[in-house]
């Protein structure tokens, strides 16, 4: 039988043999090596002290079996951190984890044949199991989404809560089954690991496993908390070799540095990604020398109180930062949780079309699991950092004193390393205070809009048969293209493109009778949330929040649609974004028809967010509602092939060959997948670029195809915001262009006194106004002036 030391010390052994092995038959790299060895060393080391504590002179033969185990576990580590730097091989990582799987059946069994149960044994082999675990979950999250590591990671959340929760520490009684979902996690996880499932199988079953963990583990809470008034019987200890020993003393540093760090790295986060740099975290924040030196004063009995308190409400505050960074990086501005709630739903909606049902399930998941977690961990952390700074007082006031003197010159003095990052933080207090303010803000605009929305519209008293009499006869097309902004025709890297495509157009437009004049509008809208630039357009009122948005869709505003049916146009919009009947479309803003990706005979394959490509929505628009002997339309068209994600992309086809999109079959394959596209942000802009070219380039040769020298037609084309930080960058403006296009030169003429520029392609200096005013000067220019004013709205640019 082999001594402690012997058997320690051949399982190492045996751990840079295999090691070496991996290094040189499957190519494992210095990362991949060092991984493995550190499992190794940690197993040493570990073990060791467990044993030696425990009074066992021998290793026994059921912990030979689950160190030859952690021996296997440490090769698959190697193999994942070296799949970190590139593919690697699958076939050694699955054999060594089926191998460690197998075995875990085997050291049971052995030490319950063998007389050698005990709590040292039972702890190793459960540690095992939680790396192995731990290491699979890593792997797993590299194709099916960062959420999974949440698998591996919960048997630690629950250890860092037992040394914070002292009710967590008892002895609970065996139950059968936690085997059987250890045994279901790694089975599940191998499986996912190779491959060998479909992705939404896969996603399913790691959710599955995610929903088994949640209930073994939250049903062992659920029994330590009702028996936490209880005192806890001695746990008796077999007759082993294995020994007995452990507790939670050898973590009690760790687990304090690694709250301390974790709560060090929340207070001083940044509010957005490109503000996040190593030097940002090298800062002093305020909010933690305040609960250092309440720690310090306030009576022990009320000191765990405070530090629940004030750890749910920096977790809360934790999770608000995580939705300011992503609406940042998205919407080019700050989280607002109350006004914004309403925008989770659309979210979901355009996940699932960007990244598919599975991955948007996945994420969900995952982000309710964040949310849950982060405040939970926050609230261990700071009770673990409270206590040891009370029970350490001297120690926690001269620290903490000296800090708050540093934190104090540097404020006076300005002091950062690092722009956007002052070394006196307080991101924590002004993530609070912004929060209150926009809260407040929230509640003084409401009757500020009420009122904008109360006001007298001047436009209410013409009489119908003067509205829009400039345009008698015409059809009037607007059309937004998703995410037309400033950038496409400005930015060096992605411009030259869009440019080459309107000059262009400018050309073919000319040679069709058409004559075009272009601008830009000042958006309510960045980077998403579409409908607020579409209520301010028609609108003419400036709505750039969802709770604006609500109360307009809950007035009688009198918008642009509504104008041209009052004036006896047939109004109609075309969304094929929408999956779901959009009642509002009729009730608010008065449209006749509403066409969605369910009525318009697609029968062709999605392009990620987009269900149909442009070309199909223009010619099934023209099939349906240009017809010959149509009576006059206004309508809205809705172009979405360049909604982020802008991959992938169709391509532009012969108008005779469109018929159903079942010709479009197979052009999705041919292009980047998202999650391949947004490895790169060259990738990214280059796409964005492609599918704004895309875009115009249909609604050119639409109508030069079917509407040469068609004097009847007017089209208003524009964007409806700016594309997101990854594409326009972290400090864009809110411009997009806007052209109108009208073969009867009486239109242009009109619209003339604008001053826009000459074509389809707006310069640096072009007109911007702000959208809120496209529609009383659209309406001044092309119908008489409401009773009472004396100039057009239209005069020029605001």
Same mark, same amino acid.
């Given at each position: 039988?082999?001594?402690?030391?012997?058997?320690?010390?051949?399982?190492?052994?045996?751990?840079?043999?295999?090691?070496?092995?991996?290094?040189?038959?499957?190519?494992?790299?210095?990362?991949?090596?060092?991984?493995?060895?550190?499992?190794?060393?940690?197993?040493?080391?570990?073990?060791? +002290?467990?044993?030696?504590?425990?009074?066992?002179?021998?290793?026994?033969?059921?912990?030979?079996? =689950?160190?030859?185990?952690?021996?296997?576990?440490?090769?698959?580590?190697?193999?994942?951190?070296?799949?970190?730097?590139?593919?690697?091989?699958?076939?050694?990582?699955?054999?060594?984890?089926?191998?460690?799987?197998?075995?875990?059946?085997?050291?049971?069994?052995?030490?319950?044949?063998?007389?050698?149960?005990?709590?040292?044994?039972?702890?190793?082999?459960?540690?095992?199991?939680?790396?192995?675990?731990?290491?699979?979950?890593?792997?797993?999250?590299?194709?099916?989404?960062?959420?999974?590591?949440?698998?591996?990671?919960?048997?630690?959340?629950?250890?860092?809560?037992?040394?914070?929760?002292?009710?967590?520490?008892?002895?609970?009684?065996?139950?059968?089954?936690?085997?059987?979902?250890?045994?279901?996690?790694?089975?599940?996880?191998? =499986?996912?690991?190779?491959?060998?499932?479909?992705?939404?199988?896969?996603?399913?079953?790691?959710?599955?496993?995610?929903?088994?963990?949640?209930?073994?583990?939250?049903?062992?809470?659920?029994?330590?908390?009702?028996?936490?008034?209880?005192?806890?019987?001695?746990?008796?200890?077999?007759?082993?070799?294995?020994?007995?020993?452990?507790?939670?003393?050898?973590?009690? =540093?760790?687990?304090?540095?690694?709250?301390?760090?974790?709560?060090?790295?929340?207070?001083?986060?940044?509010?957005?990604?490109?503000?996040?740099?190593?030097?940002?975290?090298? +800062?002093?924040?305020?909010?933690?020398?305040?609960?250092?030196?309440?720690?310090?004063?306030?009576?022990?009995?009320?000191?765990?109180?405070?530090?629940?308190?004030?750890?749910?409400?920096?977790?809360?505050?934790?999770?608000? +930062?995580?939705?300011?960074?992503?609406?940042?990086?998205?919407?080019?501005?700050?989280?607002?949780?109350?006004?914004?709630?309403?925008?989770?739903?659309?979210?979901?909606?355009?996940?699932?079309?960007?990244?598919?049902?599975?991955?948007?399930?996945?994420?969900?998941?995952?982000?309710?699991?964040?949310?849950?977690?982060?405040?939970?961990?926050?609230?261990?952390?700071?009770?673990?950092?409270?206590?040891?700074?009370?029970?350490?007082?001297?120690?926690?006031?001269?620290?903490?004193?000296?800090?708050?003197?540093?934190?104090?010159?540097?404020?006076?003095?300005?002091?950062?390393?690092?722009?956007?990052?002052?070394?006196?933080?307080?991101?924590?207090?002004?993530?609070?205070?912004?929060?209150?303010?926009?809260?407040?803000?929230?509640?003084?605009?409401?009757?500020?809009?009420?009122?904008?929305?109360?006001?007298?519209?001047?436009?209410?008293?013409?009489?119908?048969?003067?509205?829009?009499?400039?345009?008698?006869?015409?059809?009037?097309?607007?059309?937004?293209?998703?995410?037309?902004?400033?950038?496409?025709?400005?930015?060096?890297?992605?411009?030259?493109?869009?440019?080459?495509?309107?000059?262009?157009?400018?050309?073919?437009?000319?040679?069709?009778?058409?004559?075009?004049?272009?601008?830009?509008?000042?958006?309510?809208?960045?980077?998403?949330?579409?409908?607020?630039?579409?209520?301010?357009?028609?609108?003419?009122?400036?709505?750039?929040?969802?709770?604006?948005?609500?109360?307009?869709?809950?007035?009688?505003?009198?918008?642009?649609?509504?104008?041209?049916?009052?004036?006896?146009?047939?109004?109609?919009?075309?969304?094929?974004?929408?999956?779901?009947?959009?009642?509002?479309?009729?009730?608010?803003?008065?449209?006749?028809?509403?066409?969605?990706?369910?009525?318009?005979?697609?029968?062709?394959?999605?392009?990620?967010?987009?269900?149909?490509?442009?070309?199909?929505?223009?010619?099934?628009?023209?099939?349906?509602?240009?017809?010959?002997?149509?009576?006059?339309?206004?309508?809205?068209?809705?172009?979405?092939?360049?909604?982020?994600?802008?991959?992938?992309?169709?391509?532009?086809?012969?108008?005779?060959?469109?018929?159903?999109?079942?010709?479009?079959?197979?052009?999705?394959?041919?292009?980047?997948?998202?999650?391949?596209?947004?490895?790169?942000?060259?990738?990214?802009?280059?796409?964005?670029?492609?599918?704004?070219?895309?875009?115009?380039?249909?609604?050119?040769?639409?109508?030069?195809?079917?509407? +040469?020298?068609?004097?009847?037609?007017?089209?208003?084309?524009?964007?409806?915001?700016?594309?997101?930080?990854?594409?326009?960058?972290?400090?864009?403006?809110?411009?997009?262009?806007?052209?109108?296009?009208?073969?009867?030169?009486?239109?242009?003429?009109?619209?003339?006194?604008?001053?826009?520029?000459?074509?389809?392609?707006?310069?640096?200096?072009?007109?911007?106004?702000?959208?809120?005013?496209?529609?009383?000067?659209?309406?001044?220019?092309?119908?008489?002036?409401?009773?009472?004013?004396?100039?057009?709205?239209?005069?020029?640019?605001?």
């Amino acid at each position: 039988m082999l001594t402690v030391h012997r058997g320690v010390l051949a399982g190492l052994t045996v751990q840079v043999v295999l090691v070496g092995t991996l290094a040189g038959a499957a190519g494992v790299g210095a990362a991949g090596m060092v991984a493995g060895l550190i499992v190794g060393a940690g197993t040493a080391v570990l073990l060791s +002290r467990a044993l030696r504590r425990s009074g066992a002179r021998v290793l026994g033969p059921a912990n030979l079996v =689950t160190l030859l185990r952690s021996v296997l576990v440490g090769g698959v580590a190697a193999l994942v951190v070296d799949s970190v730097e590139g593919s690697g091989p699958v076939a050694p990582l699955i054999g060594l984890a089926v191998l460690a799987l197998a075995l875990d059946a085997v050291d049971g069994r052995v030490a319950r044949r063998t007389g050698t149960v005990s709590a040292v044994g039972a702890r190793f082999d459960m540690e095992v199991d939680s790396v192995l675990v731990l290491v699979l979950s890593a792997y797993v999250a590299r194709s099916l989404g960062a959420w999974v590591l949440a698998i591996g990671s919960v048997h630690y959340v629950l250890e860092v809560a037992r040394w914070a929760l002292p009710w967590l520490r008892r002895p609970t009684p065996p139950r059968h089954w936690c085997k059987v979902v250890a045994a279901v996690q790694g089975i599940v996880l191998i =499986t996912a690991a190779a491959g060998v499932l479909p992705r939404p199988v896969a996603v399913l079953a790691l959710l599955a496993v995610a929903a088994l963990l949640v209930e073994s583990f939250g049903r062992e809470v659920a029994w330590l908390w009702r028996a936490r008034r209880f005192p806890a019987e001695p746990p008796a200890e077999p007759p082993a070799v294995r020994g007995a020993g452990g507790g939670h003393g050898r973590w009690r =540093t760790a687990t304090t540095v690694l709250a301390f760090l974790f709560v060090w790295f929340v207070l001083v986060t940044p509010q957005r990604f490109d503000h996040v740099t190593p030097a940002a975290y090298l +800062r002093i924040p305020v909010e933690g020398l305040a609960l250092v030196g309440l720690a310090l004063v306030v009576p022990p009995r009320r000191l765990r109180g405070l530090a629940v308190a004030a750890g749910s409400v920096l977790g809360v505050l934790a999770v608000v +930062r995580i939705l300011d960074m992503g609406f940042w990086e998205a919407l080019h501005r700050p989280v607002n949780p109350v006004n914004d709630a309403g925008l989770l739903g659309p979210a979901v909606g355009v996940l699932q079309d960007s990244v598919g049902r599975g991955w948007a399930d996945a994420a969900v998941a995952a982000a309710v699991l964040l949310a849950v977690a982060v405040p939970v961990a926050m609230t261990v952390s700071v009770v673990r950092v409270l206590r040891v700074a009370r029970r350490h007082r001297g120690v926690a006031a001269r620290s903490a004193g000296a800090l708050g003197v540093l934190w104090l010159v540097c404020a006076l003095l300005g002091v950062q390393l690092t722009p956007f990052a002052p070394m006196a933080s307080r991101s924590a207090a002004e993530l609070a205070v912004d929060q209150v303010g926009d809260a407040v803000a929230n509640l003084r605009d409401r009757p500020v809009f009420a009122a904008q929305l109360a006001a007298a519209d001047p436009y209410r008293a013409v009489p119908d048969e003067d509205l829009l009499s400039g345009l008698r006869g015409k059809d009037v097309i607007v059309a937004f293209v998703e995410s037309y902004g400033r950038v496409a025709v400005q930015d060096p890297s992605i411009a030259p493109g869009v440019r080459a495509v309107l000059d262009a157009g400018t050309e073919s437009l000319r040679a069709a009778g058409f004559s075009s004049r272009s601008a830009f509008l000042t958006s309510s809208t960045f980077g998403g949330t579409s409908w607020l630039a579409h209520g301010t357009l028609h609108s003419g009122l400036w709505t750039d929040s969802q709770q604006r948005y609500d109360q307009l869709l809950a007035s009688d505003r009198l918008t642009l649609p509504a104008v041209f049916r009052r004036a006896g146009w047939r109004t109609v919009v075309d969304v094929p974004s929408n999956r779901d009947p959009w009642p509002e479309g009729r009730a608010f803003y008065r449209f006749d028809e509403d066409y969605d990706r369910h009525d318009v005979g697609y029968a062709g394959p999605k392009f990620s967010f987009a269900a149909m490509p442009d070309q199909y929505t223009l010619a099934a628009f023209q099939r349906r509602e240009l017809a010959p002997g149509h009576a006059p339309v206004m309508a809205e068209i809705d172009l979405v092939t360049s909604h982020e994600p802008w991959t992938p992309l169709p391509r532009m086809v012969a108008w005779d060959e469109v018929g159903d999109g079942s010709v479009y079959r197979g052009m999705p394959a041919e292009g980047l997948t998202p999650a391949d596209a947004f490895r790169d942000d060259g990738t990214v802009r280059a796409l964005y670029g492609t599918s704004i070219e895309y875009s115009l380039s249909a609604l050119v040769s639409f109508v030069t195809t079917f509407h +040469r020298h068609d004097r009847n037609l007017v089209l208003v084309l524009l964007g409806d915001h700016q594309p997101g930080p990854v594409v326009s960058g972290p400090d864009a403006g809110h411009d997009v262009p806007i052209t109108i296009l009208a073969a009867d030169p009486a239109v242009i003429d009109r619209v003339s006194a604008w001053g826009w520029d000459d074509g389809m392609r707006p310069g640096p200096q072009a007109p911007v106004w702000p959208m809120d005013a496209v529609r009383d000067r659209f309406l001044a220019a092309f119908g008489p002036l409401p009773s009472g004013t004396t100039t057009r709205a239209a005069g020029g640019p605001p």
